[in-house]
C-alpha cells in the first residue's frame, strides 16, 4: 500500500495540552497526531491525510482540521476556518522535525485574535486606498478596516469564515480542497465569487496551494495564504538569509498603499537578488518590511520568487509561483501581546510572511497588472514551497 491515503474521521478532540516552550523558543504545538495507518513507505511514513473535529465557531459551526502527512515524514495541519494552516513539520539538518508556522494550539486564539496567522487571505489581500475602487464605470466603496484603508478583504475576510473540505488524494501527493462561495456585496465586493483552494504535501516535500475562483459579476480576486515562517522554529527571525528574484519593489505612502512608482532595488535595503539576512538593513527601512516586490517575469510563469535559508537548523525554503508579486512582511507588527504556540508572547520580528499576490491596490493603479476577473474567466494561481536542508 506505499503511496495510499486514506481517511478516517475521530473521536471528539479534546482541549490541547501546551508545551509550556516559549512561543519564541520554539513553535511545536500539540496538534493531533496522525494515527499509524497504512504501510510505512520505505525510510519513511505513509502519506496520510485524516480529518478530526477542532471546536466551533461562537454560532455554532463545526470546524475541523486535518492532519497531513507525506512518505517523507513532513507533517501539517489545516483547518477549515480561514483554510488554516495551523502547522508545518519540517525537518532541520540533523533530521529533526520542527514546526515552522506561528500560530495557536486551538481555534480559540484564531477566532479572538489573529493577525491572519497561516490563513487564506481574500477576496483581496492586502490593501485597498480607501476600500473605494471604479469598475466598469460604477464606484464599489469596500469594507474599511485598516484606518481608512481596505485591508486582506475587509472585516470578515476569507480568513474568519469557515470553508467546506474534502481530503484529496494525487500521485505523489496528498491534500485538502478547501470551498467558499463569497456571496455578492459580501464586504462590499461585487458579484458572487466561488473560490477553491487546494493544499498539497508532496512526496517531493513541497507545500502547494492551488487556487481557483470563478464570479458572476466583474470584480477584483487577489488570493494569497498568510504563514508566519521561522525556519529556526523559534527566536527571532533576522538571521535568516533572503533571495528574492526582484529587481523592483513599490514603495508605499504611510499608510501603506503603493504611490504607483514601481522602482528598482539596486542601491537599497531591498536589494535581495544576492542573499542578505533579514537584519542586516532592517533599521534602514522605516516600521520595518512590509513591501510588495516586483517579481522578474512578472507571473503567470512557475518562476523561483524567494529562497530563504536559515543557519542554524539548515533548513530551506523555495517559493515559486505564478504571480507577479511577492509581499515580504518582517513581523513589524508583532509586539509580545499576542501568546501563541507554546504559551509565551510573540515579540516583534518573531516570524515574516512572503505572500505571494498581485500588487496591492491593483483597483486603483492602471499600471499594475490588474486584478479584475470577469464572469466566464477562471481566476488561476499556484505557490510551491519547497523544503530542504544543507
Ligand atoms: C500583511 C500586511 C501587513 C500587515 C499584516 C497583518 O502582511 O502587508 O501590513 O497588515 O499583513 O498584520
Redesign the pocket.
Known amino acids: 500500500m506505499k503511496g495510499s491515503t486514506k481517511i478516517i474521521a475521530v473521536g471528539a478532540f479534546g482541549l490541547l495540552a501546551l508545551m509550556g516552550l516559549a512561543a519564541c523558543k520554539g513553535n511545536k504545538a500539540d496538534l493531533p497526531e496522525p494515527a499509524a495507518v497504512g504501510e510505512p513507505a520505505e525510510g519513511g511514513t505513509a502519506m496520510d491525510v485524516q480529518k478530526q473535529p477542532f471546536g466551533q465557531t461562537p454560532d455554532g459551526t463545526a470546524v475541523e482540521i486535518y492532519a497531513l502527512t507525506n512518505d517523507k515524514g513532513l507533517k501539517a495541519h489545516v483547518m477549515t476556518y480561514g483554510a488554516t494552516l495551523v502547522s508545518l513539520e519540517v525537518p532541520d539538518r540533523t533530521g529533526k522535525l520542527g514546526d515552522i508556522v506561528l500560530g495557536y494550539e486551538a481555534l480559540d486564539g484564531y477566532i479572538k485574535n489573529s493577525?491572519?496567522f497561516g490563513s487564506i487571505?481574500g477576496r483581496y489581500?492586502?490593501?485597498i486606498a480607501k476600500g473605494r475602487f471604479t469598475l466598469d464605470g460604477a464606484t464599489y466603496q469596500l469594507a474599511t478596516n485598516?484606518g481608512e484603508n481596505h485591508?486582506?478583504g475587509g472585516i470578515k475576510g476569507f480568513d474568519k469564515v469557515v470553508w467546506k473540505a474534502e481530503p484529496v488524494r494525487e500521485a505523489g501527493a496528498v491534500g485538502v480542497k478547501f470551498s467558499y462561495l463569497s456571496r455578492d456585496g459580501e464586504e462590499g465586493y461585487p458579484g458572487n465569487l466561488a473560490v477553491t483552494v487546494v493544499y498539497s504535501l508532496t512526496n517531493a516535500n513541497e507545500l502547494r496551494i492551488s487556487y481557483e475562483a470563478t464570479a458572476d459579476k466583474a470584480t477584483p480576486v487577489n488570493l494569497t495564504h498568510?504563514s508566519y515562517f521561522n525556519l529556526a522554529g523559534g527566536g527571532d527571525v533576522l538571521g535568516h538569509e533572503l533571495t528574492i528574484n526582484a529587481e523592483g519593489y513599490t514603495p508605499v505612502d504611510a499608510g501603506?498603499i503603493p504611490t504607483g512608482e514601481i522602482r528598482p532595488v539596486k542601491d537599497s535595503p531591498f536589494d535581495f537578488t544576492t542573499p542578505h539576512s533579514i537584519g542586516e538593513r532592517i533599521a534602514q527601512v522605516e516600521g520595518g518590511y512590509?513591501h510588495n516586490f516586483v517579481l522578474r517575469g512578472g507571473g503567470g510563469m512557475m518562476d523561483l520568487a524567494v529562497r530563504v535559508y536559515e543557519p542554524k537548523s539548515g533548513r530551506i525554503m523555495e517559493i515559486s509561483t505564478t504571480e507577479p508579486g511577492l509581499?515580504f512582511?518582517s513581523g513589524?507588527?508583532l509586539d509580545g501581546t499576542i501568546t501563541g504556540k507554546g504559551g509565551k508572547a510573540y515579540l516583534k520580528h518573531c516570524g515574516f510572511?512572503l505572500?505571494t499576490q498581485h500588487f496591492?491596490d491593483s483597483p486603483n493603479k492602471p499600471n499594475f497588472p490588474s486584478t479584475i476577473l470577469r464572469p466566464g474567466a477562471v481566476y488561476k494561481s499556484l505557490a510551491i514551497h519547497k523544503f530542504s536542508t544543507i
Open positions: 493577525p491572519y487571505v489581500g492586502n490593501r485598516n485591508l486582506h498568510h501603506l512590509d509581499q512582511y513589524n507588527f510572511c505572500e496591492p
